[in-house]
């Protein structure tokens, strides 16, 4: 059974930090690249990050590039999102999400509406405080 499962997720003040984790199973993580995606409420989704199976590269949207950093642990299927300088237009509830290419998932961080991923998890919420 594909399971991806978030956690790491709370309540921040602005400025602070968190660390989101990814935990994969059920299918062979090392074939796939992983994107974090973020939903506020009445808002649509939208995407943050992602990190590329075959060579670790990374890309980030311009409103989370210098603040978030993405990183992969090959060894326990896991994808890690550590989120600096909080802002509270960073309250959202995250997702994590695979894909079988980066360039796909790439596609995807950049316009969630139109292009799918192929698995994803269930959230986890950020709110961060003013």
């Known amino acids: 059974q594909v399971q991806l499962v978030e956690s790491g997720g709370g309540l921040v003040q602005a400025g602070g930090s968190l660390r989101l984790s ?8 090392d074939y ?6 973020r939903q506020a409420p009445g808002r649509e ?8 199976n075959v060579n670790g590269r990374t890309f980030y949207v ?3 590039k210098g603040r978030f950093t993405i ?3 090959n060894a ?7 989120m600096n300088s909080l802002k509270p237009e960073d309250t959202a509830v995250y997702y ?3 894909a079988g290419n980066f360039v796909g998932t790439m596609s995807a961080i950049k316009d969630p509406q139109g292009h799918a991923m192929e698995y994803w998890g269930k959230g986890t919420l950020i709110t961060v405080s003013s």
């Open 22 to 29: 990814c935990a994969a199973s059920g299918f062979l993580f």
């Open 32 to 37: 796939y690249s992983i994107g974090w995606f």
């Open 45 to 52: 989704r939208e995407g943050v990050s992602c990190i590329s």
């Open 62 to 64: 311009d409103s989370v």
């Open 71 to 73: 990183s992969k642990d």
């Open 76 to 82: 326990n299927n896991t994808v890690y999102l550590q």
């Open 96 to 98: 994590c999400a695979a």
